[in-house]
C-alpha cells in the first residue's frame, strides 16, 4: 500500500518546533501530548484537566500491561516528543528505554528533563531521528512504542518496516494511530483535521493490520479507540477556551477551541478514527 504525501517530514518538524508552547499550555505544561482511555463517567467542569492526563496514564498503563514490558525490557519510544513516556515507562517497569523524535526542539526539552531524574542516569536516552531511518542496529530492542504519531510521517508503510527490523526476534510493538475509516471526507475534516495536523492517510482500522503483516509482523490485538479519541478532543476543546499562555496567543487558543470541536464532529461522521495494535515479531 502506498500511503498519502501531501506533507513532509520537514513541515512536520516545524509545525510541532513551532507549537510546543501551545500544547503545553493546552494539553499538559510537563510536554506530555498524547490522547488518552478513559474509565468512567465525566465527572465535571472542575475535574476535566484532571480527569484528562488520568486518560493519558491509563493509556500508558495498558500498553504496558498488553505487551508486558518489565524490567528486562528494552523500549524505543517512536516519536517521543518532550520525553514524559520514556521517563514513565522506564520509571514505572524499570525498563531501559530510548527515545526518537522529529523536532529537535522536543528532543532538547527530553534532554532537558533528564536533570530531574537522576535516579534513571544510564537507563533512559534521547536522540533526534526520523522514524523512516532508525539509527539502530537491527534487533536492538525488546519492544517498540509510540504514540499519536506515525499518521504524521508520509511513509508509514517505512515507519513498520523500521519497527520491525530494530526488534528482535520475539519483540513487541506496541503502538497508536489515527485511520481514515472512509476516503470520502468533508471539507471540515479537511480543513480541521487533516490540513490541521499536516497528514493523510490511506489506513483504515483493517487495512493497517493488512501493512502490519507484509511488514511481517503478526498482530495479536487491535482495538478501536475512536469513542476515546472524541471524548479526548471534547476535554482538550474545554481546556483550550481557558488556557493562558505567552502574550498574543489567544486567538490561537480561540481556534483550536472550535476546531477540537470540529475533529469530534469529524470521529461522530465516521471521518476520522483512532486504533491501537499490538504485534509481535516472530521468532
Not at 4 to 16: I, L
Not at 115 to 135: H, R, V
Not at 148 to 157: E, F, M
Request: proline share 3%.
Amino acid at each position: 500500500m502506498v500511503t498519502g504525501h501531501r506533507f513532509s517530514e520537514q513541515e512536520t518538524e516545524e509545525y510541532y518546533d513551532a507549537e510546543d508552547v501551545i500544547y503545553r499550555s493546552i494539553w499538559d505544561a510537563d510536554g506530555s501530548v498524547h490522547w488518552g482511555v478513559f474509565d468512567g463517567e465525566a465527572k465535571g467542569q472542575d475535574h476535566i484537566r484532571e480527569e484528562f492526563l488520568s486518560a493519558g496514564i491509563r493509556l500508558n498503563e495498558l500498553m504496558v500491561e498488553y505487551s508486558g514490558i518489565k524490567a528486562t525490557s528494552h523500549v524505543l519510544d517512536v516519536g517521543c516528543g518532550n520525553g514524559t513516556n520514556v521517563i514513565w515507562v522506564s520509571r514505572n517497569t524499570g525498563a531501559r528505554a530510548t527515545g526518537i523524535d522529529l523536532s529537535g526542539v522536543r528532543i532538547a526539552n527530553a534532554v532537558a528533563s533528564m536533570e530531574n531524574a537522576p535516579d534513571l542516569t544510564g537507563k533512559i536516552a534521547f536522540e533526534k531521528a526520523s522514524a523512516t531511518d532508525l539509527p539502530f542496529a537491527e534487533g536492538t530492542f525488546t519492544h517498540v512504542w509510540s504514540q499519536a504519531t506515525i499518521y504524521h510521517v508520509p511513509d508509514k508503510v517505512k515507519v513498520l518496516e523500521e519497527a520491525y527490523r530494530v526488534l528482535e526476534p520475539g519483540g513487541q510493538f506496541i503502538f497508536d494511530d489515527l485511520t481514515k475509516p472512509t476516503p470520502n471526507i468533508s471539507e471540515s475534516a479537511r480543513k480541521f483535521v487533516y490540513d490541521r495536523l499536516l497528514f493523510d492517510t490511506d489506513f483504515s482500522f483493517y487495512s493497517y493490520m493488512d501493512s502490519l503483516v507484509e511488514a511481517g509482523f503478526q498482530v495479536l490485538q487491535a482495538r478501536d479507540l475512536s469513542e476515546h479519541l472524541a471524548r479526548s478532543y471534547t476535554y482538550l476543546s474545554k481546556l483550550a477556551s481557558i488556557a493562558e499562555g505567552p502574550e498574543g496567543y489567544q486567538d490561537r487558543f480561540d481556534y483550536l477551541t472550535d476546531a477540537y470541536m470540529k475533529t469530534v464532529d469529524a470521529i461522530n461522521n465516521g471521518e476520522l478514527g483512532w486504533a491501537q495494535y499490538l504485534c509481535v515479531k516472530p521468532a
